[in-house]
């Protein structure tokens, strides 16, 4: 596996870019101050703006590593920033990572995150030579799960009452998912090809 870092990616509706401290504005106001998108998050709503910038400053400042994987999702119709994805912790001598994203309530149902993480997934397998991406989350988060499914990501168990969200503080039930380098070749390709 060779680091490739955050490249530009497009798709259909989406391009995934890089994070930037000015991005702050719509994304605050368009989901990191939403707890109805935090609620299986391992974060709170910012509360504040001055919190996104900071956090997005950080961003800014690591997205040209080389192993880093982390895009702000663009809709091109209007230019507007509805969402986030990355491949956290990214190995290379695993040759692994986990996938995490999140996206406005206002953009939800659309097959936009589906599309999104297609990509990517296409990126990691075909481009960088990942061996395996992990995802997790929570058991009743339904939109989630169905992301992963579609995507490849094979359920591979589940840890009882693991998680406890500090948007709600109730304790929830995790699934665990997976998608290799074989599967992807075998099924997933298939599908970054629709
Ligand atoms: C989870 C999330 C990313 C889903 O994104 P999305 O773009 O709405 O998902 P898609 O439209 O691609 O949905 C894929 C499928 O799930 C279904 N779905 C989406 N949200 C759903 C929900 N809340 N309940 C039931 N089904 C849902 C869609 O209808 C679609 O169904 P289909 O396969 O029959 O077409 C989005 O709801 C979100 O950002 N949630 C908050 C953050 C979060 O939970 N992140 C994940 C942490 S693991």
Redo the contacts with the bound molecule.
Sequence with gaps: MQHKGTKILETKRLILRRWKESDAEEAFAH?MNDP??????TWTPHGDIEVTRALLKIWERESGEPHIYHWAIVLREGNILI?DIAVLRADDFQERGTI??????A???????????SEVLRYCFEEVGFFRID????AE??????????CGLVYEGTRRKFFRPPTTGERVDIVERGILREDYFKNGKSLSET
């Design positions: 989901w109805d998108v935090t609620k299986y998050l969402g995490g994203y999140c996206m406005g309530k953009w939800w149902g659309k097959g936009i995150m589906t599309e999104a993480l995802g997790e989350h929570a988060n339904i939109g989630s799960s169905r992301v992963m499914e579609k």
